[in-house]
Structure formats: C-alpha cells, structure tokens
C-alpha cells in the first residue's frame, strides 16, 4: 500500500445521528444530503459543497455506511453510544511520483467514552463496513479518535 506524497483534492464530510430536524443545518452555498441505512435510521451529511467531486461523494458514502457500522460494532461491544458521536471523513487524492492514488482519514468523536473502547469499536466498524472492507489494503487509512 502506497502512501500520499502530495495531496491535490480532498473530499471532507461530517456525519451525524441527528434526532432533531430543527437544528440548524447547512448555510447558504451547501446542500445537506439525508442518507437512510438499511436499518431505517437517518444520517445527516451537514453543509456538503453544491457540486461536490467525486472523493466527497465517496467519503459520504463511506461515512453513511460507516457510521452505521460503527453503531452496530458498538452494540455488539454492549457499549451505549452518546448521541453526540460523530465520523469526519476525509478522502484525499494525490500523487507519489507519478502515479495516482486515494487516501483517508477518519476523526471519530465520541465523548464520555474510553479511548481504548472507541478505537476497538473502530477497528471492529471497519471489519463490518462494506465500503472499508473494498478498500482494505489497497488505499492508506488514518484513524483519530477524539474522547473529549
């Protein structure tokens, strides 16, 4: 697995559980997408750029699946999750050399929750995601976890 060198396009999302449609979303020059999973529960990308590049429709996509997972992963670790978790994802493409390739980062907050507890809930989400499974091996992945 190659790492980035030189990072030219980055697609940024910000997914959350919202259970409250009155909460003030995206401002003007965004669009906010709702996702659904196929457990039925509904998933806010917040303030997504208007035409977004092909990286942020992929780490939106990445995210939705992911945040699913990673609520899966910790009811299977019978950890209660607070409703304020988040997972930012970052999908980068870029050069090393001359060849191309894609990148991401995770941030993963979780507050009130152990370190060592949201970093096995992680690694446990990553084995159940589909879209981190395709991607396992082949792309470098980043994970930071935020407990505070």
């Known amino acids: 697995m190659t790492t980035i060198d030189k990072v ?11 259970r409250d449609p009155s909460v003030q979303r995206g401002e003007h020059g965004v669009v906010d997408l709702k996702l659904s999973t ?4 509904n998933l806010e990308l917040i303030a997504t750029e208007p035409h977004p590049r092909a990286e942020q429709l992929f780490a939106g996509a990445w995210s939705a699946c992911y945040i699913t997972a990673f609520g899966i992963a910790a009811s299977l670790k019978k950890v209660t999750l607070p409703p304020d978790y988040s997972v930012d994802i970052q999908v980068d ?4 050399g001359a ?3 894609l990148g991401a980062h995770f941030t993963i907050r979780v507050p009130g929750v152990a370190q060592e507890v949201v970093e096995a ?21 980043g994970l930071t976890v935020l407990t505070a």
């Open 8 to 18: 030219l396009f980055s697609g940024n999302t910000h997914t959350t559980v919202n």
């Open 38 to 41: 196929p457990s039925g529960q």
């Open 93 to 96: 493409i870029g050069q090393t």
């Open 99 to 101: 060849a191309w390739f």
């Open 121 to 141: 809930i992680a690694r446990s989400a990553h084995d159940i995601c589909p879209y981190s499974k395709a991607v396992h091996g082949n792309i470098d992945v």
